[in-house]
Protein backbone atom coordinates (compact mmCIF):
# COMPACT_ATOMS: atom_id res chain seq x y z
CA UNK A 1 0.00 0.00 0.00
CA UNK A 2 1.24 3.63 -0.63
CA UNK A 3 2.40 6.02 1.70
CA UNK A 4 -0.69 8.30 0.80
CA UNK A 5 -2.52 5.51 2.11
CA UNK A 6 -0.67 5.46 5.37
CA UNK A 7 -0.70 9.13 5.94
CA UNK A 8 -4.82 9.17 4.85
CA UNK A 9 -5.05 6.66 8.13
CA UNK A 10 -2.96 8.72 10.11
CA UNK A 11 -5.00 11.80 8.97
CA UNK A 12 -8.28 10.11 9.82
CA UNK A 13 -6.95 9.27 13.27
CA UNK A 14 -5.56 6.11 15.13
CA UNK A 15 -9.14 4.73 15.10
CA UNK A 16 -8.97 4.23 11.13
CA UNK A 17 -5.95 2.26 11.09
CA UNK A 18 -5.07 -1.30 11.56
CA UNK A 19 -3.24 -0.79 14.81
CA UNK A 20 -6.55 -0.19 16.30
CA UNK A 21 -8.45 -2.88 14.59
CA UNK A 22 -6.08 -5.48 15.25
CA UNK A 23 -6.11 -4.46 19.07
CA UNK A 24 -9.99 -4.46 19.79
CA UNK A 25 -10.06 -8.11 18.05
CA UNK A 26 -7.07 -9.68 19.59
CA UNK A 27 -8.91 -8.67 22.83
CA UNK A 28 -12.35 -9.50 21.85
CA UNK A 29 -11.65 -12.04 19.22
CA UNK A 30 -9.12 -14.07 21.63
CA UNK A 31 -12.70 -14.20 24.15
CA UNK A 32 -14.40 -15.40 21.05
CA UNK A 33 -12.09 -18.06 20.54
CA UNK A 34 -12.96 -19.28 24.13
CA UNK A 35 -16.55 -18.94 23.43
CA UNK A 36 -15.74 -20.66 19.40
CA UNK A 37 -13.98 -23.64 21.55
CA UNK A 38 -16.74 -24.17 24.39
CA UNK A 39 -19.34 -23.91 21.04
CA UNK A 40 -17.60 -26.53 19.52
CA UNK A 41 -17.44 -28.77 22.32
CA UNK A 42 -20.70 -28.31 23.41
CA UNK A 43 -22.00 -28.85 20.08
CA UNK A 44 -19.94 -32.37 20.04
CA UNK A 45 -21.49 -33.43 23.11
CA UNK A 46 -24.74 -32.48 22.10
CA UNK A 47 -24.73 -34.59 19.23
CA UNK A 48 -23.61 -37.63 20.77
CA UNK A 49 -26.07 -37.14 23.17
CA UNK A 50 -29.16 -36.19 21.69
CA UNK A 51 -28.31 -37.18 18.34
CA UNK A 52 -29.50 -35.18 14.98
CA UNK A 53 -32.86 -35.12 15.77
CA UNK A 54 -32.46 -33.35 19.72
CA UNK A 55 -30.03 -30.59 17.92
CA UNK A 56 -33.32 -29.81 15.03
CA UNK A 57 -35.50 -29.99 17.93
CA UNK A 58 -33.07 -27.45 20.04
CA UNK A 59 -32.29 -25.45 17.11
CA UNK A 60 -36.15 -24.96 16.46
CA UNK A 61 -37.27 -24.27 20.37
CA UNK A 62 -34.07 -21.62 20.40
CA UNK A 63 -34.99 -20.11 17.21
CA UNK A 64 -38.70 -19.21 18.18
CA UNK A 65 -36.91 -17.81 21.49
CA UNK A 66 -35.12 -15.69 19.27
CA UNK A 67 -38.38 -14.43 17.21
CA UNK A 68 -39.98 -13.52 20.13
CA UNK A 69 -37.08 -11.30 21.81
CA UNK A 70 -36.82 -9.48 18.78
CA UNK A 71 -40.19 -8.70 18.36
CA UNK A 72 -40.25 -7.69 22.12
CA UNK A 73 -37.09 -5.91 22.84
CA UNK A 74 -37.81 -2.53 20.91
CA UNK A 75 -33.52 -2.43 19.92
CA UNK A 76 -32.88 -1.90 23.61
CA UNK A 77 -29.33 -3.42 22.87
CA UNK A 78 -28.36 -1.27 19.92
CA UNK A 79 -30.06 1.93 20.61
CA UNK A 80 -29.10 2.08 24.04
CA UNK A 81 -25.47 1.39 23.59
CA UNK A 82 -25.46 4.92 21.30
CA UNK A 83 -26.57 6.62 23.85
CA UNK A 84 -25.09 5.47 26.50
CA UNK A 85 -21.95 5.51 24.57
CA UNK A 86 -22.78 9.56 23.81
CA UNK A 87 -23.08 10.24 27.19
CA UNK A 88 -20.06 8.83 28.40
CA UNK A 89 -18.09 10.57 26.29
CA UNK A 90 -18.63 13.93 27.64
CA UNK A 91 -20.70 13.03 30.90
CA UNK A 92 -20.22 13.38 34.28
CA UNK A 93 -20.07 10.06 36.43
CA UNK A 94 -23.32 10.94 37.45
CA UNK A 95 -24.63 11.53 34.00
CA UNK A 96 -23.77 8.18 33.38
CA UNK A 97 -25.18 6.45 36.20
CA UNK A 98 -28.89 8.54 35.78
CA UNK A 99 -28.69 7.18 31.79
CA UNK A 100 -28.00 3.29 33.30
CA UNK A 101 -30.89 3.93 35.66
CA UNK A 102 -33.15 4.91 32.70
CA UNK A 103 -31.89 2.57 29.81
CA UNK A 104 -32.36 -0.42 32.79
CA UNK A 105 -36.26 1.02 32.96
CA UNK A 106 -37.33 0.59 29.46
CA UNK A 107 -35.33 -2.66 28.98
CA UNK A 108 -37.10 -3.73 32.42
CA UNK A 109 -40.48 -3.16 30.70
CA UNK A 110 -39.52 -4.86 27.52
CA UNK A 111 -38.25 -8.09 29.03
CA UNK A 112 -41.52 -7.98 31.02
CA UNK A 113 -43.34 -7.66 27.75
CA UNK A 114 -41.73 -10.68 25.97
CA UNK A 115 -42.79 -12.85 28.95
CA UNK A 116 -46.03 -12.19 28.28
CA UNK A 117 -45.47 -12.69 24.64
CA UNK A 118 -44.04 -15.94 24.73
CA UNK A 119 -46.59 -17.30 26.94
CA UNK A 120 -49.13 -15.85 24.39
CA UNK A 121 -47.57 -16.86 21.54
CA UNK A 122 -46.60 -20.57 23.16
CA UNK A 123 -49.79 -21.95 20.68
CA UNK A 124 -48.67 -20.13 17.47
CA UNK A 125 -45.45 -21.15 17.78
CA UNK A 126 -46.35 -24.86 18.08
CA UNK A 127 -48.49 -24.88 15.25
CA UNK A 128 -45.76 -23.02 12.84
CA UNK A 129 -42.89 -25.23 13.85
CA UNK A 130 -44.19 -28.74 14.26
CA UNK A 131 -47.68 -28.64 12.31
CA UNK A 132 -49.92 -29.03 15.83
CA UNK A 133 -50.19 -27.63 19.37
CA UNK A 134 -48.93 -30.92 21.08
CA UNK A 135 -45.49 -28.64 21.60
CA UNK A 136 -47.54 -26.05 23.52
CA UNK A 137 -46.10 -26.35 26.47
CA UNK A 138 -42.85 -26.39 26.06
CA UNK A 139 -42.49 -23.27 24.17
CA UNK A 140 -44.77 -21.55 27.34
CA UNK A 141 -41.87 -22.91 29.25
CA UNK A 142 -39.40 -21.61 27.33
CA UNK A 143 -41.29 -17.76 27.74
CA UNK A 144 -38.50 -16.30 30.36
CA UNK A 145 -35.92 -17.17 27.68
CA UNK A 146 -36.73 -14.23 25.28
CA UNK A 147 -37.24 -12.25 28.78
CA UNK A 148 -34.14 -12.86 30.42
CA UNK A 149 -32.38 -12.76 26.37
CA UNK A 150 -33.60 -8.76 26.68
CA UNK A 151 -32.24 -8.29 29.56
CA UNK A 152 -28.84 -9.36 28.89
CA UNK A 153 -28.69 -7.49 26.24
CA UNK A 154 -29.12 -3.97 28.12
CA UNK A 155 -26.60 -5.12 30.49
CA UNK A 156 -24.09 -5.66 27.74
CA UNK A 157 -25.30 -2.74 26.18
CA UNK A 158 -24.35 -0.82 29.44
CA UNK A 159 -20.54 -2.63 29.18
CA UNK A 160 -20.24 -1.83 25.29
CA UNK A 161 -21.81 1.59 25.33
CA UNK A 162 -19.58 2.63 28.76
CA UNK A 163 -16.49 1.47 26.58
CA UNK A 164 -15.73 -1.34 29.59
CA UNK A 165 -14.19 -3.82 26.83
CA UNK A 166 -12.57 -6.28 29.19
CA UNK A 167 -15.66 -6.63 31.65
CA UNK A 168 -16.96 -7.42 28.53
CA UNK A 169 -14.69 -9.75 27.10
CA UNK A 170 -14.30 -11.45 30.56
CA UNK A 171 -18.02 -11.95 30.83
CA UNK A 172 -18.05 -13.40 27.22
CA UNK A 173 -16.02 -16.02 28.11
CA UNK A 174 -17.19 -17.13 31.09
CA UNK A 175 -20.65 -17.17 29.88
CA UNK A 176 -19.46 -19.27 27.10
CA UNK A 177 -18.05 -22.30 29.51
CA UNK A 178 -21.10 -21.87 31.89
CA UNK A 179 -23.03 -22.42 29.16
CA UNK A 180 -20.82 -25.49 28.19
CA UNK A 181 -21.37 -27.02 31.90
CA UNK A 182 -24.87 -26.42 31.72
CA UNK A 183 -25.96 -28.01 28.45
CA UNK A 184 -23.42 -31.18 28.62
CA UNK A 185 -24.82 -31.57 32.39
CA UNK A 186 -28.29 -31.47 31.74
CA UNK A 187 -28.59 -33.45 28.72
CA UNK A 188 -26.27 -36.28 30.43
CA UNK A 189 -29.13 -36.40 33.27
CA UNK A 190 -31.99 -35.74 30.84
CA UNK A 191 -31.38 -36.60 27.06
CA UNK A 192 -33.59 -35.14 24.65
CA UNK A 193 -35.70 -34.15 27.41
CA UNK A 194 -33.10 -31.71 28.17
CA UNK A 195 -33.42 -29.08 25.51
CA UNK A 196 -36.34 -26.79 27.58
CA UNK A 197 -34.51 -26.98 30.63
CA UNK A 198 -30.69 -26.17 28.90
CA UNK A 199 -32.30 -23.42 27.03
CA UNK A 200 -33.78 -21.75 30.52
CA UNK A 201 -30.36 -22.95 32.54
CA UNK A 202 -27.99 -21.53 30.53
CA UNK A 203 -29.68 -18.05 29.44
CA UNK A 204 -30.21 -17.54 33.18
CA UNK A 205 -26.62 -18.12 34.06
CA UNK A 206 -25.51 -16.06 31.74
CA UNK A 207 -27.73 -13.31 32.72
CA UNK A 208 -26.44 -14.10 36.59
CA UNK A 209 -22.37 -13.28 34.87
CA UNK A 210 -23.73 -9.89 33.15
CA UNK A 211 -25.32 -8.89 35.95
CA UNK A 212 -22.69 -9.69 38.50
CA UNK A 213 -20.19 -7.51 36.15
CA UNK A 214 -22.66 -4.47 35.72
CA UNK A 215 -23.80 -3.92 39.07
CA UNK A 216 -20.41 -3.73 40.61
CA UNK A 217 -19.92 -0.25 38.13
CA UNK A 218 -23.34 0.58 38.45
CA UNK A 219 -25.80 -0.94 41.47
CA UNK A 220 -29.36 -1.95 39.73
CA UNK A 221 -31.68 0.78 40.01
CA UNK A 222 -34.55 1.10 37.86
CA UNK A 223 -37.41 4.13 37.93
CA UNK A 224 -40.76 2.53 36.80
CA UNK A 225 -42.91 4.63 38.63
CA UNK A 226 -42.32 8.26 37.11
CA UNK A 227 -43.96 8.54 33.40
CA UNK A 228 -41.63 11.84 33.19
CA UNK A 229 -38.50 10.17 33.16
CA UNK A 230 -39.65 7.27 31.00
CA UNK A 231 -40.58 9.48 28.41
CA UNK A 232 -37.31 10.82 28.09
CA UNK A 233 -36.42 7.21 26.83
CA UNK A 234 -38.78 7.42 23.95
CA UNK A 235 -36.18 8.57 21.36
CA UNK A 236 -33.97 5.19 21.78
CA UNK A 237 -37.41 3.16 21.73
CA UNK A 238 -38.36 4.90 18.35
CA UNK A 239 -34.69 4.46 16.86
CA UNK A 240 -34.43 0.70 18.19
CA UNK A 241 -38.06 0.22 16.65
CA UNK A 242 -37.28 -0.08 13.04
CA UNK A 243 -33.25 -2.54 14.00
CA UNK A 244 -35.45 -4.89 15.36
CA UNK A 245 -38.47 -5.35 13.15
CA UNK A 246 -35.59 -5.81 11.24
CA UNK A 247 -34.44 -9.17 12.99
CA UNK A 248 -37.86 -10.11 13.53
CA UNK A 249 -37.74 -10.28 9.52
CA UNK A 250 -34.78 -12.06 9.84
CA UNK A 251 -35.53 -14.52 12.60
CA UNK A 252 -38.98 -15.24 10.58
CA UNK A 253 -36.24 -15.98 7.55
CA UNK A 254 -34.87 -18.26 9.28
CA UNK A 255 -37.70 -20.13 10.85
CA UNK A 256 -39.54 -19.84 7.15
CA UNK A 257 -36.25 -21.96 6.37
CA UNK A 258 -36.01 -24.10 9.09
CA UNK A 259 -39.83 -24.97 8.86
CA UNK A 260 -39.55 -25.89 5.31
CA UNK A 261 -36.71 -28.38 5.55
CA UNK A 262 -38.52 -29.79 8.46
CA UNK A 263 -41.77 -30.32 6.35
CA UNK A 264 -40.08 -31.49 3.32
CA UNK A 265 -37.79 -34.06 4.91
CA UNK A 266 -37.44 -34.09 8.76
CA UNK A 267 -36.22 -32.27 12.42
CA UNK A 268 -33.41 -34.38 11.80
CA UNK A 269 -32.17 -32.76 8.40
CA UNK A 270 -32.98 -29.45 10.04
CA UNK A 271 -30.37 -30.23 12.75
CA UNK A 272 -27.57 -30.69 10.12
CA UNK A 273 -28.91 -27.36 8.44
CA UNK A 274 -28.16 -26.30 11.52
CA UNK A 275 -25.19 -27.85 12.22
CA UNK A 276 -23.94 -26.92 8.65
CA UNK A 277 -24.66 -23.48 8.91
CA UNK A 278 -23.04 -23.34 12.92
CA UNK A 279 -19.78 -25.06 11.17
CA UNK A 280 -19.67 -22.26 8.28
CA UNK A 281 -20.16 -19.36 11.47
CA UNK A 282 -18.19 -20.43 13.74
CA UNK A 283 -14.85 -20.34 12.81
CA UNK A 284 -14.96 -16.42 11.56
CA UNK A 285 -17.44 -15.49 14.61
CA UNK A 286 -14.65 -13.71 16.52
CA UNK A 287 -14.30 -11.48 13.91
CA UNK A 288 -17.78 -10.05 13.45
CA UNK A 289 -17.94 -10.00 17.57
CA UNK A 290 -14.97 -8.08 17.87
CA UNK A 291 -16.82 -5.45 15.46
CA UNK A 292 -19.97 -5.01 17.31
CA UNK A 293 -18.65 -3.86 20.14
CA UNK A 294 -15.68 -2.29 18.70
CA UNK A 295 -16.25 -1.13 14.86
CA UNK A 296 -19.83 0.45 15.46
CA UNK A 297 -19.02 3.04 18.14
CA UNK A 298 -15.72 4.13 16.27
CA UNK A 299 -17.91 4.66 12.86
CA UNK A 300 -20.41 6.31 14.70
CA UNK A 301 -18.25 9.20 15.98
CA UNK A 302 -16.77 9.41 12.22
CA UNK A 303 -19.82 9.84 10.02
CA UNK A 304 -19.75 13.38 10.18
CA UNK A 305 -16.28 13.57 7.95
CA UNK A 306 -17.06 11.05 5.38
CA UNK A 307 -13.37 10.49 4.38
CA UNK A 308 -12.89 9.86 7.82
CA UNK A 309 -15.73 7.21 7.82
CA UNK A 310 -14.69 6.04 4.36
CA UNK A 311 -11.21 5.27 5.64
CA UNK A 312 -12.71 3.70 8.96
CA UNK A 313 -14.54 1.35 6.87
CA UNK A 314 -12.32 0.49 4.29
CA UNK A 315 -9.30 -0.69 7.52
CA UNK A 316 -12.21 -2.44 8.95
CA UNK A 317 -12.90 -4.56 5.22
CA UNK A 318 -8.85 -4.90 5.07
CA UNK A 319 -8.65 -6.44 8.37
CA UNK A 320 -11.81 -8.62 7.87
CA UNK A 321 -10.35 -10.27 4.85
CA UNK A 322 -6.74 -10.72 6.10
CA UNK A 323 -7.59 -12.18 9.21
CA UNK A 324 -10.61 -14.41 7.83
CA UNK A 325 -9.33 -16.33 4.31
CA UNK A 326 -6.55 -17.93 5.82
CA UNK A 327 -8.78 -19.45 8.84
CA UNK A 328 -11.31 -20.22 6.17
CA UNK A 329 -8.95 -21.97 3.50
CA UNK A 330 -7.98 -24.16 7.00
CA UNK A 331 -10.87 -24.73 7.69
CA UNK A 332 -12.46 -26.13 4.22
CA UNK A 333 -9.40 -27.92 3.92
CA UNK A 334 -9.59 -29.79 7.07
CA UNK A 335 -13.18 -30.08 6.90
CA UNK A 336 -13.84 -34.02 7.17
CA UNK A 337 -11.63 -33.91 9.78
CA UNK A 338 -13.30 -31.15 11.39
CA UNK A 339 -17.02 -32.28 11.64
CA UNK A 340 -15.28 -36.09 12.35
CA UNK A 341 -14.16 -34.74 15.60
CA UNK A 342 -16.56 -32.34 16.70
CA UNK A 343 -19.80 -34.29 15.43
CA UNK A 344 -20.57 -37.99 14.46
CA UNK A 345 -20.36 -39.72 11.32
CA UNK A 346 -23.66 -39.13 10.74
CA UNK A 347 -22.85 -35.32 10.13
CA UNK A 348 -20.63 -35.88 7.18
CA UNK A 349 -23.73 -35.47 5.52
CA UNK A 350 -23.03 -31.89 6.10
CA UNK A 351 -19.69 -31.15 4.34
CA UNK A 352 -20.97 -30.40 0.42
CA UNK A 353 -23.35 -27.51 2.30
CA UNK A 354 -20.59 -26.13 3.80
CA UNK A 355 -18.15 -25.83 0.79
CA UNK A 356 -20.76 -24.19 -1.37
CA UNK A 357 -21.68 -21.78 1.49
CA UNK A 358 -18.38 -20.58 2.85
CA UNK A 359 -18.22 -17.79 0.42
CA UNK A 360 -21.36 -16.43 2.40
CA UNK A 361 -19.13 -15.81 5.25
CA UNK A 362 -16.77 -13.87 2.67
CA UNK A 363 -19.01 -11.71 1.43
CA UNK A 364 -20.30 -10.83 4.74
CA UNK A 365 -17.19 -10.21 6.01
CA UNK A 366 -16.55 -6.87 3.14
CA UNK A 367 -19.68 -5.74 3.48
CA UNK A 368 -20.74 -5.77 6.81
CA UNK A 369 -18.64 -2.76 8.00
CA UNK A 370 -20.57 -0.75 5.26
CA UNK A 371 -23.89 -1.93 6.69
CA UNK A 372 -23.31 -0.21 9.70
CA UNK A 373 -23.71 2.95 8.16
CA UNK A 374 -27.35 4.12 8.19
CA UNK A 375 -27.12 2.76 12.11
CA UNK A 376 -24.38 5.00 12.68
CA UNK A 377 -26.56 7.81 10.91
CA UNK A 378 -29.20 6.91 13.01
CA UNK A 379 -31.52 6.12 9.74
CA UNK A 380 -33.18 2.94 11.06
CA UNK A 381 -35.61 2.60 8.32
CA UNK A 382 -33.34 2.44 5.44
CA UNK A 383 -31.74 -0.11 6.77
CA UNK A 384 -34.84 -2.60 7.55
CA UNK A 385 -35.58 -2.05 3.82
CA UNK A 386 -32.33 -3.06 2.90
CA UNK A 387 -32.27 -5.75 5.57
CA UNK A 388 -35.78 -7.07 4.80
CA UNK A 389 -34.87 -7.43 0.94
CA UNK A 390 -32.27 -9.29 1.87
CA UNK A 391 -34.57 -11.59 4.06
CA UNK A 392 -36.85 -11.87 0.86
CA UNK A 393 -33.58 -13.02 -1.34
CA UNK A 394 -32.29 -15.29 1.49
CA UNK A 395 -35.69 -17.38 1.77
CA UNK A 396 -35.77 -17.80 -1.97
CA UNK A 397 -32.20 -18.60 -2.71
CA UNK A 398 -31.91 -20.90 -0.03
CA UNK A 399 -35.55 -22.50 -0.27
CA UNK A 400 -34.91 -22.64 -4.10
CA UNK A 401 -31.21 -24.57 -3.69
CA UNK A 402 -32.74 -27.04 -0.96
CA UNK A 403 -35.56 -28.16 -3.29
CA UNK A 404 -33.00 -28.85 -6.53
CA UNK A 405 -29.44 -29.84 -4.60
CA UNK A 406 -30.37 -30.58 -0.72
CA UNK A 407 -28.12 -29.61 2.00
CA UNK A 408 -25.71 -28.49 -0.80
CA UNK A 409 -27.89 -26.78 -3.01
CA UNK A 410 -28.82 -24.78 0.18
CA UNK A 411 -25.20 -23.99 0.81
CA UNK A 412 -25.43 -22.58 -2.68
CA UNK A 413 -27.99 -20.30 -1.62
CA UNK A 414 -26.64 -18.94 0.85
CA UNK A 415 -23.74 -18.02 -0.93
CA UNK A 416 -26.07 -16.46 -3.61
CA UNK A 417 -27.71 -14.53 -1.57
CA UNK A 418 -25.00 -12.62 0.38
CA UNK A 419 -23.52 -11.67 -3.34
CA UNK A 420 -26.80 -10.20 -3.67
CA UNK A 421 -26.37 -8.82 -0.53
CA UNK A 422 -23.05 -7.41 -0.64
CA UNK A 423 -24.20 -5.46 -4.37
CA UNK A 424 -27.24 -3.62 -2.84
CA UNK A 425 -25.71 -2.28 0.60
CA UNK A 426 -22.39 -1.15 -1.71
CA UNK A 427 -24.80 0.56 -4.23
CA UNK A 428 -27.46 1.79 -2.12
CA UNK A 429 -25.38 2.86 0.76
CA UNK A 430 -22.41 3.71 -1.93
CA UNK A 431 -25.43 6.70 -3.22
CA UNK A 432 -26.40 7.40 -0.06
CA UNK A 433 -23.91 8.05 2.25
CA UNK A 434 -21.14 8.56 -0.54
CA UNK A 435 -19.41 5.31 0.81
CA UNK A 436 -16.27 4.29 -2.06
CA UNK A 437 -14.26 0.94 -1.60
CA UNK A 438 -10.61 1.93 -2.26
CA UNK A 439 -8.86 0.28 -5.44
CA UNK A 440 -6.48 -1.33 -2.73
CA UNK A 441 -8.86 -3.13 -0.71
CA UNK A 442 -10.86 -4.08 -4.19
CA UNK A 443 -7.51 -5.56 -5.35
CA UNK A 444 -7.04 -7.30 -2.04
CA UNK A 445 -10.20 -9.34 -2.14
CA UNK A 446 -10.27 -9.94 -5.21
CA UNK A 447 -6.75 -11.91 -4.91
CA UNK A 448 -7.80 -13.28 -0.99
CA UNK A 449 -11.37 -14.70 -2.99
CA UNK A 450 -9.51 -16.06 -5.94
CA UNK A 451 -7.62 -17.72 -3.35
CA UNK A 452 -10.53 -19.21 -1.33
CA UNK A 453 -12.25 -20.15 -4.48
CA UNK A 454 -9.12 -22.50 -5.29
CA UNK A 455 -8.78 -23.91 -2.02
CA UNK A 456 -12.57 -24.98 -2.11
CA UNK A 457 -11.73 -26.54 -5.04
CA UNK A 458 -9.01 -28.38 -3.39
CA UNK A 459 -11.54 -29.97 -0.76
CA UNK A 460 -13.80 -31.39 -3.46
CA UNK A 461 -10.77 -33.51 -4.80
CA UNK A 462 -11.15 -37.34 -3.74
CA UNK A 463 -7.27 -37.60 -3.65
CA UNK A 464 -6.24 -37.07 0.01
CA UNK A 465 -2.44 -36.11 -0.73
CA UNK A 466 -3.81 -33.69 -3.42
CA UNK A 467 -6.47 -32.00 -1.50
CA UNK A 468 -4.51 -31.44 1.38
CA UNK A 469 -1.00 -30.58 0.26
CA UNK A 470 -2.74 -28.09 -2.25
CA UNK A 471 -5.22 -26.39 0.34
CA UNK A 472 -2.16 -26.15 3.42
CA UNK A 473 -0.31 -24.60 0.25
CA UNK A 474 -3.38 -21.92 -0.33
CA UNK A 475 -3.67 -21.63 3.34
CA UNK A 476 0.47 -20.13 3.53
CA UNK A 477 -0.57 -18.16 0.33
CA UNK A 478 -3.22 -16.49 2.03
CA UNK A 479 -0.96 -15.81 5.45
CA UNK A 480 2.06 -15.13 3.62
CA UNK A 481 -0.17 -11.35 2.23
CA UNK A 482 -1.82 -10.87 4.96
CA UNK A 483 1.52 -10.80 7.34
CA UNK A 484 3.02 -8.76 3.98
CA UNK A 485 0.16 -6.18 4.97
CA UNK A 486 0.68 -6.15 8.54
CA UNK A 487 4.12 -6.09 8.59
CA UNK A 488 4.22 -2.77 6.09
CA UNK A 489 0.96 -0.99 7.59
CA UNK A 490 1.68 -1.27 11.78
CA UNK A 491 4.46 -2.03 14.27
CA UNK A 492 3.14 -5.48 15.22
CA UNK A 493 5.09 -7.44 13.01
CA UNK A 494 8.34 -5.48 14.76
CA UNK A 495 6.97 -5.92 18.14
CA UNK A 496 6.61 -9.75 17.75
CA UNK A 497 10.38 -9.75 16.58
CA UNK A 498 11.57 -7.32 19.06
CA UNK A 499 10.27 -10.13 22.00
CA UNK A 500 11.60 -13.25 19.97
CA UNK A 501 15.15 -11.36 19.93
CA UNK A 502 14.28 -10.59 23.92
CA UNK A 503 13.57 -14.39 24.29
CA UNK A 504 16.78 -15.54 22.86
CA UNK A 505 19.23 -13.32 24.88
Sequence with gaps: MSETTTKRDAAAGDE????????????????????????????????????????GMADLYA???????????????????????????????????????????????????????????????????????????????LAPVPAMATLSAGELAVLKGTRRLGRLAAVSGLGALSTLVVSVALYVWLGMRGVVPVLLASTAALLALQLRATTRLYPYRVGLRSPRFLRRGMA????????????????????????????????????????????????????????????????????????????????????????????????????????????????????????????????????????????????????????????VVFCLCVVTGYSLGGLAGAGLGLSVANLADLLVVSLVYGRRYGFRYEGATLRRCAVQYALLLAGVAAAWQADAPLRYGAGLALVLASAALSWRLLARETDLVARLKARLRRGRR
Excluded at 32 to 51: D, F, W
Aim: glycine content about 8%; proline content about 3%.
Design 236 to 391: MVRLGSAYIVAGVVTSAAEMIVRTFVARRASVAEVGLYAAGLMLTVTCTRFVFMAMDADFFPRLSAAVADRRRANATINRQVDACVLLMTPLLLLFVTALPLVVHILYTPAFMAVCPMVLCAVSYMFFKAVYTPVAYLPLAHAHSWLYLCVEGAYD
Design 63 to 141: RSCDLVGNLTSFGMGFSSMRRLAAVADGGSPRAVAHEVRLVRSWVLLAALFGLAAGLLLSPVLSLTTTGGYEATGQFAL
Design 16 to 55: AGYGHVLKATGLLGGVQVVSMLASLVRNKCTALLIGAAGM
